[in-house]
């Protein structure tokens, strides 16, 4: 939130207006109110069990609510957004202006000596420890309707998180294929042999219709690695 709070400011003063708040936080704004709220809701009920021994534990309708509403949703946004976020801080990193704000937001004591990067990749692990969560409330009930229902919502959230691990990857691949098209210069038909002649009329479609189609599909990438000529 340091680093989000100082860049709507410095935007707001007509600074770094070119930087796209969202490719970096994404719904991140939702995601903590939401969170908060289940914490809250969460240790409030375990308060209230402490302070009154004869008032039951009611976890069944907090976590439904939250774990069958937005709670994995919010989480799933933000983390299909992670890779490009990465992505494009690797760009933005190498402008001074961008460095200097970079650098304050890291000097905050609250920050602890962590870079964006790795603040950024916190909600994805969190996501991850929601069924360990679920796994020991479910250890920990003695009624049966309740041990089963919790045990259909962890099972909802693992199979979020494997449909998740599926879509980050392919989103991993896509971006790597993008910055591939970006370094790499594909000559026109037209320079690389001199014997082929091209009536200019259809210069204009052939560059419509470059190699960078062979990039089209993210699934082409096969192997990645070192190259070694042997």
């Keep these: 939130k340091i680093f989000m709070n100082t860049l709507k400011y410095l935007q707001s003063n007509e600074f770094l207006l070119d930087v796209d708040l969202w490719r970096i936080f994404a ?3 939702e995601l903590n109110k939401i969170s908060l709220s289940f914490l809250k809701t969460f240790f409030e009920t375990v308060k209230k069990h402490v302070s009154k021994s004869d008032s ?22 933000y ?5 490009s976020a990465i992505f494009y801080l690797e760009k933005l990193r190498h402008r001074e202006d961008f460095g200097i704000y970079l650098k304050w937001c890291e000097q905050n004591e609250q920050c602890k000596r962590l870079h964006l990067p790795e603040l950024l990749i916190a909600p994805l692990h969190r996501l991850t420890r929601y069924p360990l969560l679920l796994n020991n409330i479910w250890k920990r009930s003695t009624d049966e309707t309740e041990k089963s229902f919790i045990q259909s ?5 693992e199979k979020s998180i494997r449909d998740l691990e599926g879509k980050v990857k392919w989103l991993d691949n896509f971006q790597k294929f993008r ?12 320079d690389r042999d001199k014997r082929f002649f091209v009536p200019e009329c259809l210069k204009q ?5 470059g190699s960078e189609n062979i990039f089209s599909s993210a699934n082409r ?7 070694m000529l042997a």
């Design 56 to 77: 039951p534990m009611d976890f069944s309708s907090i976590l439904g609510t939250f774990f069958q509403g937005d709670l994995c949703q919010t989480h799933q946004i």
């Design 79 to 83: 983390c299909l957004n992670y890779t």
């Design 205 to 209: 479609n052939l560059r419509e219709n």
């Design 153 to 157: 919502l962890k099972e909802k959230v």
């Design 27 to 29: 719904n991140l704004d």
């Design 221 to 227: 990438l096969l192997h990645e690695g070192r190259l």
């Design 179 to 190: 910055q591939l098209q970006e370094v790499i210069i594909w000559p026109q038909i037209w």
